[in-house]
């Protein structure tokens, strides 16, 4: 029997098997979930930044900041999955954070509160860390213009 692994940022193929296909993305109870996850992060990260924030005009400022790595898909999926991924990930702020308590940068904690936040915002809403496949195949769930792309292809291939 052989078995067959998909690269890192590959959302299955639009050839799959419609069952591979459809299932792609996290649904039901599940997607819930990490979307009230996503709002409780939003939420934790704005509360954190109240207290320790130099105001909300930087937050207002800042808040957006991450989707500037969007343009990373100018050079390509594979290239825009990477650099979306790299600014949409919670081992960002995480660092940041870190950075800032371990190492006495704390001018770094409000940049690192600001981060997760929008991260937090985008889970609440949907958004998920993306395939180099297309722009909407995320981990949380591929568009709807995406699914439909793929299953025209896998017909026409049929």
């Known amino acids: 029997m052989t078995t067959a692994y998909a690269p890192m940022f590959a959302a299955p193929a639009a050839d799959a098997p419609a069952a591979v296909r459809d299932a792609h993305g996290v649904v039901g109870a599940p997607r819930v979930v990490l979307r009230l996850e996503g709002a409780a992060m939003l939420l934790a990260?704005?509360?954190?930044?109240?207290?320790?924030?130099?105001?909300?005009?930087?937050?207002?400022?800042?808040?957006?900041?991450?989707?500037?790595?969007?343009?990373?898909?100018?050079?390509?999926?594979?290239?825009?999955?990477?650099?979306?991924?790299?600014?949409?990930?919670y081992v960002g702020p995480a660092l940041v954070a870190a950075l800032a308590l371990l190492g006495g940068h704390a001018a770094a904690l409000p940049v690192a509160l600001i981060w997760a936040a929008h991260i937090g915002f985008d889970r609440m809403l949907g958004y998920g860390l993306k395939y180099a496949t297309a722009f909407g195949a995320t981990h949380l769930a591929q568009n709807d213009a995406v699914r439909t792309h793929a299953q025209a292809v896998a017909h026409l291939h049929s």
């Open 45 to 89: 990260a704005t509360v954190a930044y109240a207290h320790v924030g130099p105001g909300w005009v930087r937050f207002a400022a800042l808040f957006l900041l991450p989707d500037l790595s969007m343009l990373g898909f100018l050079a390509g999926a594979r290239a825009g999955a990477i650099a979306y991924n790299a600014g949409h990930s």
